[in-house]
Each structure stands twice: as C-alpha cells, then as structure tokens.
C-alpha cells in the first residue's frame, strides 16, 4: 500500500472501499487475495464479496493490525489484492478492424497523461474520463502511480472500468499513433495549454481524438506540443492564471461529450 517499489516488483496493489472493490469484481480484474480480520463479524457484502473470488489467498490479520494499514478513519472490513494488468497499448480498445463488433462504434475518445504528478488528480482525471465516455487513458513518462491507494481512492472504482496504460516516453506511442491515423484518416491529436489563443470550443471533438493533458506545474512537453495537430486553451476570467489539471480535463472531456452527444441526436 505504500511502497510503489514493491507494487511494481509483485505486480499487485491493494484495493480499499465497498464501490472501489465491487467495481473490481464487476469488471472482472483479477483478485489474488483477501485481507480481513477474524476478530470481527464480516457483513453479509463482505462475505459474499468474498466468496465471489474464492480462490484467492486469504490474509487473516489482527483487528488492530487491520486498522493499522486501512487508509479510511474508521478502518476497513475487507481489503482486495489486486493483479496490476500490462502495460500494454493492445489493452486499448483502438484501432479496430472494420468488422470488429465488439468495440464501440463511435469515433475514439482517448486521453494522454503527460507526467502526473499527483495521484490524487490522476483518480480524479480516470472518474471524469469514465463520466464522460472515454475509451482509454495512456499516461507517459516518469509519473505518479495509477495504482497508488489515493489514486484508486480518487477514481472511486472508475479505474476498474477504463483501461489505464503507461509507457515510457512519447517515442513509445509512435507506433501506436501511426496505426490509429492509418485506421482512422481524420483522426487529431489535441493539446491543451494556456499559451495559444485558440479555444477548446473550435475543436471538433466529433472526429476520433487523443486529448493531451499536460504536467500539473510545467505543462505538455515540448515533443509533445509537436506532435499535436492543434493546440487549446479553456478560456477563464479573473485573477487566476491556471485550472487544476483535474478540473480542466473534465471540463475538456464535458465539451467533447456534449458535441458528440448532439452529433448523435441530429
């Protein structure tokens, strides 16, 4: 729970809270273990819970040493060991064949993370991006982890039902991008920053796109403003120079949604 080195080491992180743990199960993640006391009775969610994985390990502990590791005030009942899934961009559900009907219809909607450094922000940025029907998150370079407990805790189980992908460094996706434009000739790829004078409202979030979302202090990197076909700003008043990055992609996300929503209803 606190030690991204060892998460990454056995590929597994803990999962706490009733929706974060009954999403995990709902979309059908893998659980490798349980972790519980025997010093007090389960309720009938965490029996059941538990039965639904039966095959996993089970972790008995003390109740004092259960509230200990719980992150919630009042300590937990049950906590989940997860499998953290690869990071690999066939997880995402683009480029599709033609004939592929088992992936959503509509243009893609995809976001990139370029170096969070918060895990609190990039849960907060996975629930908007599952609010507002995004088909897939890739997070690049050295950044915050996804399976960090504040950031599973921010997402409110939204991490469960959206693939999250990290790679290394923009070079990573080329391939990736070259595959996306060849399946998808009018496919754009977006950039947000607060240095152009072009508004969000002039992008036509109809046609398959890959939004970038920059770094909370220093923003896209400079490969990446490269590599955009068009860079945007969220126009704002007062004395403030900047949104948070979590505030500003969901109010990206809410006007890509609210075009295609009224595309579709025409």
């Known amino acids: 729970m606190r030690n991204r080195k060892r998460r990454q080491q056995y590929k597994r992180f803990v999962v706490e809270g009733v929706r974060p743990i009954t999403q995990m199960l709902a979309h059908n993640w893998t659980v490798e273990g349980w972790v519980y006391t025997s010093e007090r009775r389960l309720s009938q969610w965490a029996q059941d819970t538990i039965a639904a994985a039966a095959d996993a390990e089970h972790y008995v502990l003390t109740a004092a040493l259960m509230d200990e590791i719980?992150?919630?005030?009042?300590?937990?009942?049950?906590?989940?060991?997860?499998?953290?899934?690869?990071?690999?961009?066939?997880?995402?559900?683009?480029?599709?064949?033609?004939?592929?009907?088992?992936?959503?219809?509509?243009?893609?909607?995809?976001?990139?993370?370029?170096?969070?450094?918060?895990?609190?922000?990039?849960?907060?940025?996975?629930?908007?991006?599952?609010?507002?029907?995004?088909?897939?998150?890739?997070?690049?370079?050295?950044?915050?982890?996804?399976?960090?407990?504040?950031?599973?805790?921010?997402?409110?189980?939204?991490?469960?039902?959206?693939?999250?992908?990290?790679?290394?460094?923009?070079?990573?996706?080329?391939?990736?991008?070259?595959?996306?434009?060849?399946?998808?000739?009018?496919?754009?790829?977006?950039?947000?920053?607060?240095?152009?004078?072009?508004?969000?409202?002039?992008?036509?979030?109809?046609?398959?796109?890959?939004?970038?979302?920059?770094?909370?202090?220093?923003?896209?990197?400079?490969?990446l403003k490269d590599s955009a076909d068009q860079l945007v700003r969220i126009p704002i008043h007062g004395t403030a120079s900047s949104l948070n990055v979590a505030c500003a992609a969901s109010i990206s996300l809410y006007e890509a949604d609210q075009q295609r929503l009224h595309a579709g209803r025409r």
């Open 70 to 223: 719980s992150d919630k005030e009042n300590g937990s009942e049950l906590l989940a060991v997860a499998a953290i899934p690869e990071d690999s961009l066939g997880r995402l559900p683009f480029p599709v064949r033609r004939d592929d009907t088992k992936n959503p219809s509509e243009p893609p909607l995809l976001v990139l993370l370029d170096r969070p450094a918060n895990p609190g922000n990039i849960g907060s940025i996975i629930r908007s991006c599952d609010s507002f029907r995004v088909h897939g998150i890739v997070m690049t370079g050295h950044s915050a982890d996804p399976y960090d407990p504040q950031c599973v805790r921010s997402s409110v189980g939204s991490l469960f039902s959206i693939p999250v992908v990290r790679q290394g460094s923009p070079a990573d996706l080329e391939p990736w991008l070259l595959e996306m434009r060849r399946a998808y000739p009018t496919f754009q790829v977006i950039g947000t920053t607060a240095r152009t004078n072009r508004p969000l409202s002039q992008v036509d979030f109809k046609q398959p796109t890959l939004l970038l979302i920059g770094n909370e202090t220093v923003g896209l990197s400079r490969t």
